[in-house]
């Protein structure tokens, strides 16, 4: 079995938290059996290989989230970028396409195709090897999932089936409607629409080259941005008649904002943070180094990060998208998850940059130069190496290295590296990396 992951997400809903390069899926607020923090895409990562040890996984994602996935779950998982943001159905078709001509997957594999990041427990698992198996059957030529509603809901599209047997086809697909009409739907025995499938690679293909002309890798690759904007229902589901429904009963959350991840966060207070007896179903969050003193509050929301500071009321909090987009219109990210650690903004001003750079120990950061500003490396903790245009520096605490413009350089962690990074020049727009030169 073949899992895509579809991985997206603008960093707008779990803001501040979140930002452009780290959506909601990365930021670590839960924990783990061994009662360590951990992210969702991690949640769902380790619940897959203990569940589905045997099956491939892709994640397909923008160029902007590759540093936090390797970082999160690891180099061995494979990850099919998206030149730009198209939507599922052209991301979907070119992680098919990287699957078969890259990775040399059959065309006749079944593949099964689903969110990166549901709060969901391991029966969810048992479910998607059902969906697998009848693909792989032959039975229906695409298999979805279908969640059991708690409640009406004018969040979720609903899948319509012919009866309310566990297994059976499906008559329509219905748009986010009204609660009233949700209501008269799911007395019809209509299910969320969790946007999980299960279909053949050879099928995707099939679609593929009906509505964009390619099936090749590269040759979507190339032509990626002149895809049309479609999601899979759209251009796929809604128009396929040989179409079948699982019912899944278990635990299922799309943690999409505030208030539904507060309903799954470990604990009600998360960092340096103090919390009076007078505090009721509150929940704060505090990446900061700095205490955050909250004190008679009640039903709210307090996030503080490096990008901002979140103070709201729970359900106020799911509308929250507009105003941040206001907030963050041109603004820097200052902070972002890399392959080997993590990149904080310290503070920025009109030609400079401080930055804390921490490395994880055994990684270190890509050969690289820049050609309109200059560095200097103070070493806070731990071990290492720089290497400067090919000589190699050891490098520890008190450490301090000046790296002029035009400098190839890179920080090599022999234990985890913590290191003020400080740039002068043009280091907001016109800084060019040259990247990989050796």
Avoid at 177 to 195: H, K, M, S, V
Avoid at 228 to 249: G, L, P, Q, T
Avoid at 274 to 279: F, G, I, L, N, P
Avoid at 378 to 405: F, Q, W
Wanted: net charge negative; aromatic share 8%; charged share 25%.
């Amino acid at each position: 079995m073949q899992l895509i992951l579809l991985s997206g997400g603008s960093g707008k809903r779990l803001w501040p938290l979140s930002n452009d390069v780290r959506s909601k899926q990365f930021i670590k607020i839960l924990k783990d059996r061994d009662g360590e923090l951990e992210s969702m895409v991690q949640r769902v990562y380790s619940q897959i290989r203990r569940m589905c040890p045997d099956a491939g996984v892709t994640v397909a994602t923008s160029r902007s989230q590759v540093s936090a996935i390797h970082n999160q779950i690891g180099e061995e998982v494979d990850v099919c970028v998206e030149p730009c943001r198209r939507d599922t159905f052209p991301a979907i078709a070119l992680a098919a396409a990287y699957l078969h001509d890259v990775k040399g997957v059959n065309e006749d594999s079944p593949v099964i195709v689903c969110p990166v990041d549901p709060y969901v427990e391991d029966s969810y698992f048992e479910t998607l090897k059902e969906m697998s198996s009848l693909t792989e059957s032959g039975r229906a030529a695409i298999v979805v999932m279908g969640m059991e509603p708690s409640y009406p809901s004018d969040k979720y599209g609903y899948v319509i089936p012919e009866d309310k047997e566990h297994v059976s086809r499906v008559c329509s697909f219905k748009e986010k409607p009204d609660i009233r009409t949700a209501g008269e739907y799911i007395a019809q025995g209509a299910l969320w629409n969790a946007g999980v499938f299960a279909l053949r690679i050879g099928y995707i293909l099939d679609r593929a080259r009906e509505l964009t002309g390619y099936t090749l890798y590269e040759d979507l690759r190339e032509h990626y941005e002149e895809l049309k904007k479609i999601s899979f229902d759209y251009a796929v589901a809604e128009h396929e008649k040989n179409i079948m429904v699982v019912r899944y009963s278990g635990e299922w959350r799309d943690v999409g904002t505030w208030n539904t991840m507060s309903e799954v966060m470990s604990g009600d207070a998360m960092g340096n943070v103090t919390m009076d007896s007078t505090c009721v179903n509150t929940k704060a969050v505090n990446e900061l180094e700095i205490p955050l003193l909250c004190m008679g509050t009640k039903d709210m929301i307090i996030a503080a990060s490096s990008d901002g500071i979140l103070v709201s009321g729970r359900e106020a909090s799911g509308y929250m998208k507009p105003f941040v987009e206001k907030i963050t219109e041109g603004a820097a990210v200052r902070y972002a998850d890399k392959s080997w650690g993590s990149y904080t903004v310290i503070d920025a001003e009109p030609g400079s940059l401080t930055v804390k750079v921490v490395l994880k120990a055994g990684n270190s950061m890509k050969y690289h130069s820049h050609e309109h500003r200059s560095e200097t490396w103070n070493v806070l903790s731990g071990k290492g190496r720089a290497v400067i245009d090919g000589e190699t520096i050891p490098v520890s605490a008190g450490s301090c290295i000046s790296l002029p413009v035009g400098k190839a350089h890179k920080l090599c962690a022999d234990t985890d590296l913590s290191v003020i990074e400080v740039q002068t020049g043009d280091v907001m727009k016109s800084d060019k990396i040259l990247r990989d030169l050796k």
